[in-house]
């Protein structure tokens, strides 16, 4: 108490005024304490007109005059002699008898709430609703005004009420009122005035229950605004409340848990808030112990994490199972195995090991790939007292599923029964998605089958196993079946499994269908989600829809969705390949002020969408950019830029690249090799260009379809033809078959060169193959023909030609005439000369146009 008092006393000596007078001192009694002092020529009566608050004071007017009352936060009272309220105003109900009726009393406040609440229920906020309020209750009672709070679910039709009220009475409302109004703002997530009404309460000297505190960082933490909870417990602090115990504790935990505790900083709110909570405190917080060292633990600060154990000991307290069991949860998450396995071992000290501390161990043994280990400790526990659960043969059963041992999964899904427990749905769905995995599906759907045999209700995660196999094994059919299935059973498919079977169709090729899950995911009461837009722009993009992305980009913005690494490299790529590079450059920049730092891929799609327009220099500068951020980069980024480089002729730069690649140890693929050497070909260099396929051999690099089609295209082109045709053989021998492009060059070259019989051979085989040879092929072969004295064949062909609807030149023709005319062929060399002398008119006629 006399803390309490020469806290107010400092506040008084502050020199708080009001137009009648000046607070000097503080009574000293008890009774005197609970109210306020004012120096004022007469003792001002309980305040019953409008107020405002003022920093610690309450102003009032009355008649032209401005009062301040000073607050004391010891009572809600503003003087010591305020009168009784009159019958009826005091929440009780007074009977013509005179005697209380307390039941009477609560009947009259229900009743008195319901019409109030109809009222606001039923009409707009305004002089209607206000006028309809007075009717009711010309002055609100406590209780009235309590039960009306307690009933709405709308903020700000709860703050007008709350205001007017306040407006009528011309008194300040009762903690209980306050509290109930700031229950609703935690309930509807609107904080905007909660500094506010904070600020009154404190003025007011009312007290925060411990429930409303509970629920605003409830309320924070549930919408994700992390760092509005911390505000909020600083808030509460700033006007003098003390938070409760079990807020600081709900706070710490959220964050604590948060991911990106290192990056995000807020593990150092946590640990403020922690040892806020923890001072003068004399016996620790078991609970806030355990989530400070799994918060340290996420972070990957071990040593912190055992001083808090330390210190732990040092209050004399022994460390419990769930602090080591925290710490051995986030050392197997960072793969710290042998650690983790020394502090089970001095654990042992302090605690014993439980069933959860086994199967922690034995997780991780697991997904490391120690087998055998994980089988030892399973002996241990059982030597222990302590038997497998059905989470432990889960763990087993999921880790070794993942690690492609089947055949030891399958042995402990057997023997389950011998363990003393039977296999769950999880059981059942782990090594379901094990086989299917690993291409065994029908194996997988077997299982499936024996599930439902075994009573259990399959759920959207064992069907999404089920169709995301199906499908990745080329049985689309069986995927779409398996989702029908699901439907018939009257399983709900949730947004994970529509997201995956929309990939899945677009993976598959399927566009359209791709975009009805699309649409489908609203149908089945989803919002769609960044996964959602990033699998629909992928698909599209990658089935030449990528003009789409711009449009289903900002319906994406419009929907909220929050853009993670994935959406914007998604996104990112779409607008490259729409040829929108600079909107894709804006939004690298964007998601590096959010946060994600561009990865390999980010930069990437921009250097090659830089690179696809010729604008070399910035792609360069950004190639250089994502160096010097530590992105290393991978063979698509330097083949996508040798590429780029190399179309322009800008050879000696393709090559310097070329040359960094390699000395950075990556290996140039395919790909580059074909970059490179479309380059030199285009550039006539076609010495260099076989001196890179050599080089390309020797690397171990086979030369594909493409590489063989680059070559034979150039060597035609600087009429190479013999060269040509051995890269022809070789390409055969190995295999490969040859492009639509490759053969008609090929068949021309041949003619060109007089080597009528294979280019005619090719030409048929070509067909055959259900190729269309076109114009340049034609042409090729009747000029051919004709030059090696074949007239008759050259004329078939000028037929087929004729019949395909392709163009013939005049040359063709010409040449063909003469050959005709030499074979004594008169009446087809008629023919052509009446093609001919119709080829002269149209282009006669053309001319005269």
């Known amino acids: 108490m006399a803390a309490a008092r020469a806290r107010v006393v400092t506040r008084c000596r502050h020199g708080v005024h009001g137009n009648d007078g000046l607070f000097e001192t503080l009574p000293t009694s008890q009774e005197q304490a609970t109210s306020v002092a004012c120096t004022t020529q007469a003792a001002p009566s309980p305040p019953r007109w409008p107020f405002s608050v003022a920093g610690n004071r309450v102003i009032c007017r009355k008649g ?30 007074v009977d013509a008898g005179g005697n209380h009726s307390v039941n009477a009393g609560k009947e009259q406040t229900r009743a008195t709430v319901d019409e109030v609440c109809r009222v606001l229920d039923g009409n707009p906020w305004g002089p209607e609703a206000e006028r309809l309020l007075s009717e009711i209750h010309g002055k609100p009672n406590r209780e009235v005004i309590f039960g009306v709070l307690k009933r709405q679910t709308d903020l700000n039709l709860a703050l007008k009420y709350f205001r007017w009220v306040e407006k009528i009475t011309a008194e300040p409302h009762s903690v209980e009122a306050y509290n109930s109004v700031l229950m609703i ?35 924070f933490i549930k919408s994700r605004r992390l760092r509005g909870a911390v505000d909020s417990m600083q808030m509460l602090r700033k006007f003098k409340f003390r938070p409760a115990f079990s807020a600081y504790t709900t706070l710490i935990g959220a964050l604590a848990n948060a991911r990106v505790l290192w990056k995000a900083n807020r593990l150092s ?33 071990f040593s912190d994490a055992y001083k808090l154990l330390d ?69 241990t526990m ?242 250089e950019e994502a160096k010097s951020h530590g992105t290393v980069l991978n063979v698509v980024v330097y083949s996508n830029l040798i590429d780029g480089f190399g179309k322009v002729g800008r050879i000696d730069e393709a090559y310097l690249i070329m040359e960094e690649m390699m000395q950075k140890g990556i290996t140039p693929n395919v790909y580059t090799w074909n970059c490179l050497i479309d380059a030199l070909v285009k550039a006539e260099e076609i010495s260099e260009a076989l001196v890179c396929l050599q080089s390309m051999k020797e690397m171990k690099c086979a030369p594909n379809t493409y590489t063989y089609s680059i070559l034979i295209n150039g060597l035609c082109r600087v009429q190479k033809y013999n060269k040509a045709f051995v890269f022809w053989q070789e390409m055969q021998k190995q295999g490969l078959v040859p492009s639509v492009v490759t053969y008609t060059t090929m068949i021309s070259g041949l003619a060109k060169v007089g080597n009528v019989t294979e280019a005619n051979r090719l030409f048929e085989k070509f067909k055959a193959s259900g190729g269309i040879p076109d114009s340049v092929s034609f042409n090729a072969l009747i000029v051919g023909m004709s030059n090696a004295n074949r007239a008759m064949d050259a004329y078939r062909i000028f037929e087929e030609t004729r019949l395909r609807g392709c163009k013939l030149s005049a040359k063709t023709c010409i040449v063909l005439l003469d050959s005709l005319h030499k074979a004594e062929c008169l009446e087809q060399a008629a023919i052509v000369g009446a093609v001919l002398r119709e080829m002269a008119k149209s282009q006669h006629a053309a001319r005269s146009l």
Not at 346 to 367: F, G, V
């Open 64 to 93: 032209g005059r401005f009062i301040s009352y000073l607050c004391h936060r010891s009572c809600r009272r503003f003087t010591s002699d305020r009168p009784s309220p009159p019958a009826g105003e005091g929440g009780r109900f």
């Open 185 to 219: 703002l935690a309930a509807t997530r609107k904080y905007d005035c909660l500094e506010k009404l904070l600020e009154e309460m404190s003025i007011l000297g009312y007290g925060l229950s411990n429930n409303v505190c509970i629920e605003l960082v409830k309320s």
């Open 269 to 301: 709110e946590a640990v403020e808030l922690f040892e806020e909570m923890e001072q003068d405190r004399k016996v620790p917080c078991a609970f806030a112990y355990n989530t400070m060292i799994m918060g340290y633990g996420s972070a990957g600060l």
């Open 311 to 379: 210190r732990l000991r040092e209050k004399g307290c022994i460390p419990s199972v769930v602090a080591y069991n925290s710490i051995l949860t986030c050392l197997g998450r960072k793969g710290k195995v042998d650690e983790a396995l020394n502090l089970f071992e001095e654990m042992k000290k302090d605690a014993e090991p439980n069933l959860s501390t086994y199967n922690i161990i034995i997780d991780m043994l697991c997904t490391s790939g120690k087998v055998e280990a994980a089988f030892q400790i399973q002996d």
């Open 382 to 623: 059982e030597n222990a007292g302590l038997f497998p659960n059905v989470l432990t043969v889960n763990i087993m059963v999921d880790r070794l599923c993942k690690s492609q041992k089947l055949d030891e999964a399958w042995k402990i899904f057997e023997g389950i029964s011998q363990k003393g427990c039977t296999p769950d749905s999880v059981t059942y769905c782990s090594l379901i998605d094990g086989l299917g995995r690993t291409g065994k599906v029908d194996e997988a759907y077997r299982l499936f089958e024996r599930m439902l045999d075994a009573g259990h209700n399959p759920n959207a995660v064992v069907y999404t196993s089920l169709i995301r196999n199906f499908f990745r094994h080329d049985r689309k059919e069986d995927g779409h079946k398996i989702f029908k299935d699901m439907n018939r059973r009257g399983c709900l498919p949730d947004l994970i499994l529509l997201n995956t079977y929309m990939d899945c169709a677009f993976k598959a090729g399927e566009v359209e269908k791709g975009r009805s899950i699309f649409e489908d995911i609203r149908a089945h009461g989803f919002s769609p989600d960044a996964r959602s837009y990033s699998i629909l722009i992928h698909g599209l993009t990658k089935a030449g829809h990528a003009q789409e992305t711009y449009k289903l980009f900002y319906d994406m913005k419009e929907q909220g969705c929050v853009l993670d690494t994935l959406a914007y490299n998604t996104v990112i790529d779409g607008f490259c390949k729409a040829g929108k590079v600079d909107k894709a450059y804006q939004l690298l920049e964007e998601m590096k002020v959010q946060g994600h730092p561009p990865t390999v891929v980010t930069y990437g799609s921009v250097i090659d969408g830089l690179a696809k327009i010729d604008r070399l220099d910035e792609a360069y500068m950004l190639f």
